[in-house]
């Protein structure tokens, strides 16, 4: 019944669009005597729609979780209905009365429709879930899990987790019985592969930047098959993924250690620190709703300006390196609640057809390089800024095995597409230097700041990466006598977080 409401939804947007682009047509003079002029192919845009829509499985999305795939499906149905229309109203009347420009407004007015309908309660419910910015991340540690089995214990944890520890337990995805469960969803939950496919699985959450903290098995390890067993013997006896088994102890308590909890010795929890005080001053600045503004409209321009760049970019990586074009990694956002970056995808498999990994200067391929170079790998994330995961500007999103706790203050604003730290030092500066600036640009963002960094950005791209030394003493000495850097500067030198020595963002 839902499926027909939505449907019915997606029809009644598909006539407003038809009349509406004729009405635009003859500037909103709309006579009776055009109207069923109109009417024929009218019918036939919605008989084509009726059928078009639910092919492309319109009907069968959430509307407030789609996602830019379902967005380009519904651009794709556009274009079938309206040539469709078209030429079945060219066989009926050869299209009298009907001025010729009416299909080409039909269609942009139709897919507006569909989209932004979908956009705003896409934007609506990101907006409710989203945390609010200049908030100081949790310090208790998130646990992934991957989850091996589907049965009823499954969805009782997955239940589980989504009433009880929503912030503190993420699933990676399921591995299932059988090879037709493969791909299927499970309480929003993506079914990732088999047991026996679990090392594979686990170098493809690898490569998408997912780090799994524990393996968690929910069904019987007799019922398991002799090669799913010894897929699971071998990651516990490699010791660096613990296996827990659900049937023992559910794991839904955080079990953190001492070791982990503690700071290291010589060295404070965080590298830099805002008082409660300074904190709600930043809150407190006008310039965060006027910034989130910008990114809506300047987003939202950029993907229908340049959604023909975007198609030309698709087409080159689908020629080069396949399907699909684009790939997603997790990277912690604001307040450090995890999203999913999307790039054009720059880089080949990562192992041969032997197995072995190849290296990623091997693996990137020309046009890679070009995408790469002219940053139009990165024109997908232009939706992410409309969704407001992330801004233009602002510090670059890390890894989640780079973004260390001690930095967790870079986190108080949405990661940007560009930044301060990428125009005054790019990839050549040390995690450290990189940190400072981006916690500078945390306490002194303002929109002339952005627009320098915009300007800054330009030859950026045409010229490469420089590298400015003196904006980086500014900033360790700006964060030093603000009280913000907690680090001895006798040990600036020297002090590098661990598993982030010799890594760029």
Known sequence: MRRILLLFADLLLVALATVGALALRHDFDLSAER?????????????????????????????????????????????????GSVALGFAFNRLDDIPRSVP????????????????????????????????????????????????RLTEAYLLSIQEFARDRVRVAGLLGRREGDVGRIVL???????????????????LQGVTVDAIVVATHFAKLTPMARQALLDVEQAGQIPVEYLAESLGLEEDVSKAASAPVAGR????????????????????????????????????????????????????????????????????????????FRTMGPSRDADGRRIPDAERVSAIGRFLRRTRLDELPQLWHVLLGDMSFIGPRPLLPVDQAPEFAMRLLVRP??????????????????????????????????????????????LFGERISRAAIERAWRDLTVGGICRI????????QPAGQQGRAA
Do not use: C
Not at 268 to 275: C, E, L, P, Q, Y
Not at 306 to 321: K, Q, R, T
């Open 35 to 83: 109207f069923l002029a109109l009417l024929p192919y009218l019918l036939f845009t919605l008989a084509l729609a009726a059928i078009v829509l639910p092919i492309f499985g319109a009907e069968r999305t959430v509307w407030r979780l789609t996602t830019l795939r379902d967005y380009l499906h519904l651009a794709a149905a556009t274009m079938l209905i309206v040539l």
């Open 188 to 206: 929003e939950q993506p079914v990732l592969g088999l047991p026996e496919q679990l090392a594979s699985v686990l170098q493809d959450l690898e």
């Open 488 to 495: 001895d500067p006798a040990e600036i030198a020297a002090w």
């Open 416 to 461: 940007g597409i560009t930044g301060w730290a990428q125009v005054i030092g790019g990839r050549d500066i040390s995690p450290l230097d990189k940190a400072a600036l981006d916690v500078w640009y945390v306490q002194n963002a303002s929109l002339r700041l952005d627009l320098e960094i915009v300007l800054r950005t330009i030859p950026l791209l």
């Open 104 to 151: 080409i407004l039909q269609g942009l007015v139709m897919m507006t429709a569909l989209v932004g309908a979908r956009v705003l309660l896409r934007l609506r419910h990101a907006a409710r879930q989203r945390p609010q910015p200049l908030q100081m991340p949790d310090d208790r540690p998130a646990r992934t899990v991957l989850l091996v089995g589907l049965n």
């Open 268 to 343: 404070s929890r965080h590298a830099f620190v805002i008082d409660e005080a300074q904190l709600a001053a930043l809150a407190a600045r006008p310039y965060w709703r006027v910034k989130r503004a910008i990114d809506i409209v300047v987003a939202l321009a950029g993907l229908i300006v340049l959604f023909p760049v975007m198609a030309l970019a698709g087409l080159l990586v689908a020629l080069d390196l396949g399907m699909p074009v684009v790939f997603a990694q997790q990277r912690p956002g604001l307040g450090g609640r995890p999203f999913r970056l999307t790039k």
